[in-house]
T-cell receptor, first 114, second 114 residues
Framework: DQQVKQNSPSLSVQEGRISILNCDYT??????FLWYKKYPAEGPTFLIS?????DKNEDGRFTVFLNKSAKHLSLHIVPSQPGDSAVYFC?????????????FGTGTRLQVTL | ETGVTQSPTHLIKTRGQQVTLRCSSQ?????VSWYQQALGQGPQFIFQ???????GRGNFPPRFSGLQFPNYSSELNVNALELDDSALYLC?????????????FGQGTRLTVV
């Protein structure tokens, strides 16, 4: 049972345009949602997060939108740059005992072309 | 400020053997989480350690065990290795538990069981 889903395995966008990465979830107990970026042979790098009580968070070129009623979030990157080419993971946090546990989606590979 | 480092980077083991993976957390971080990432999947939560105690666990059998030391570095031990244990093992450290605690990941250990 996959609680966090990224239905698009890959996305190709031209440099300068907007990249929109989508994520759906099923567990209403998630309290934070996060986006991580991963380059080959490196661990995931934190990008941006949003609390479940908010609907938007912005950090520079990155904006995350949360629609709780639809259990959907999206990451917008504007403008997209070639260095943004990587695998992007959506993750959701919940309490497992006294631990905070992240549940990840399967990732979307973004390619930004010139 | 040093980042999260994991050792070794690659490892090949035989089915039935035991393995120990190591993680040095980022300076000032007292929480360490371990994740298993199978090929084509997102990372899956194994367990979390906070101040040397396991404080939460995912759906992994008891042959997956861990330790956290007074300097907050950590070990992941896997006994009776199975072929399905072949994966990238990621360690993440943070200053606290909670979904708003930014987790910093190491580069991972690639374990192959033959």
């Amino acid at each position: 049972d996959q609680q966090v889903k990224q239905n698009s395995p890959s996305l190709s966008v031209q440099e300068g345009r907007i990249s929109i990465l989508n994520c759906d979830y099923t567990n209403s107990m998630f309290d934070y949602f996060l986006w991580y970026k991963k380059y080959p042979a490196e661990g995931p790098t934190f990008l941006i997060s949003i609390s479940s009580i908010k609907d938007k968070n912005e950090d520079g070129r990155f904006t995350v939108f949360l629609n709780k009623s639809a259990k959907h979030l999206s990451l917008h990157i504007v403008p997209s740059q070639p260095g943004d080419s990587a695998v992007y993971f959506c993750a959701a946090s919940e309490w497992a005992g006294t631990a905070s546990k992240l549940t990840f989606g399967t990732g979307t590979r973004l390619q930004v072309t010139l | 400020e040093t980042g999260v480092t994991q050792s070794p980077t690659h490892l090949i083991k035989t089915r039935g053997q035991q393995v120990t993976l190591r993680c040095s957390s980022q300076s000032g971080h007292n929480t360490v989480s371990w994740y298993q990432q199978a090929l084509g999947q997102g990372p899956q939560f194994i367990f979390q350690y906070y101040r040397e105690e396991e404080n939460g666990r995912g759906n992994f059998p008891p042959r997956f065990s861990g330790l956290q030391f007074p300097n907050y570095s950590s070990e992941l031990n896997v006994n009776a290795l199975e072929l399905d244990d072949s994966a990238l093992y990621l360690c993440a450290s943070s200053k606290k538990t909670g979904g708003d605690a930014e987790a910093f990941f190491g580069q991972g250990t690639r374990l192959t069981v033959v």
